[in-house]
């Protein structure tokens, strides 16, 4: 029997009004964010040589295969997915990180862009899609069951499901004091150029909706910095080589 949800913490009350919900929130932060992190996800050490390949690692060959790529962002994912063969649509919420994600590939690449909101129903058909990527963007997401279920909706039996998100214990570590329950769902706020909410969760919360709406989990993958992240941070190389900061977790439809 599946655990009941945790409840969460710091609600801040907003799910009824949407023109204040979490995910609005994000949008906003996003579209201020877009152009620093169109540079940032190329050349930042902890997305191009920990997160990338740590995910990166776990997608199957995609060669000829539909894929979704939810939080597409500035569309590095996107680039990638469709340099090794497939199709891609690529969905965020943010039409500034869009507008990026359009220019990530070439005019005449096999992709395509739509604003949408992973914690609302998604527009495609049952069945649409090969598999899924959905690269550090389930953290501004509450609901995991809603969309791990949309997931599985839109995805063929058999599809794929690679997703990256913080690292449970790196989000209550010494890094993370507003953090105050592990074994809730916690709203909290990082400080980039701007104020980004965002939801932390127990390990088993990022497991249990996956198992609960029809995947079956095939690897959980905790990168190590790569000798590229040695080189460029050097200072940093020995915390994350010891301190684990993401989690790519693999499932496939069942
Ligand atoms: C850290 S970025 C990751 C982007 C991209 N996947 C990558 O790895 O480069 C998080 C992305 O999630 C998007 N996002 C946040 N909340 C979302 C939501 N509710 N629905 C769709 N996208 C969302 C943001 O706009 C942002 O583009």
Redesign the pocket.
Known sequence: MPAEDPPVHDDPGTADDPDRS??RL??D???E??DS?AVN?RENAY?AHL??PG?TSLVPDVEGERVL?????????TAWLVEGGAEVVG????EE??AHARDAVPDDAPAEFHQ?????PLEFDDDAFDGV?????L???RDWDGVFGEFRRVLRDDGFLVF?TGHPLDQFGPDAPDAENYFEIERLTKEWDVEVPYYRRPFGELLRPLLANGFRLDDVHEPQPTEAFREQRPERYEKESTHPVFVCVRATAE
């Open positions: 979490e995910e994000a949008r932060a996003y579209d964010l877009a992190y996800v997305n997160e990338f995910t790529d939810a939080g597409c962002g500035t569309g590095a994912y969905v965020d919420v943010s990180m869009l949408g909101d992973l914690a609302e990527v959905s690269a550090l963007a953290s501004y997401v990256s």
